[in-house]
């Protein structure tokens, strides 16, 4: 009986940390700047930890600090939006397709 009761709290405790983090699909359409970090352009997996965002794509990961929104109304796609860094293009905000939220990166 306690070997159940343990594993159904391990359980759990499991369920609870992977349903903070959330994931996401991100088009870069040009060769991006993320946290000072050069990313090519391409499809990468979104995944948002409270304040920390993480961009994935095989063995290129980048995680960068973000501060989370929310819009009055629902976005009807997913954008990214830039500031020009010196002839690069850093990511400055993700806005997320289907949802209210907007990933500002600092």
């Known amino acids: 009986m306690t070997k159940t009761v343990k594993f159904f709290a391990l359980f759990l405790t499991i369920a609870l940390v992977c349903a903070s983090a959330a994931t996401y699909q991100v088009t870069l359409f040009q060769p991006s700047t993320v946290a000072g970090k050069d990313l090519k ?56 397709g289907g949802t209210t939220t907007r990933l500002v990166f600092n």
């Not at 961009?55 to 989370?68: M, R």
């Not at 939006?81 to 690069?88: A, E, I, M, P, S």
């Open 41 to 96: 352009a391409g499809d990468y997996k979104l995944t948002v930890d409270n304040d920390k965002a993480t961009i994935a794509k095989g063995k290129d990961k980048v995680e960068a600090s973000v501060k989370v929104e929310t819009s009055d109304t629902k976005y009807s796609a997913t954008s990214v939006r830039y500031t020009d860094d010196n002839g690069k293009m850093k990511v400055q905000e993700i806005r997320l």
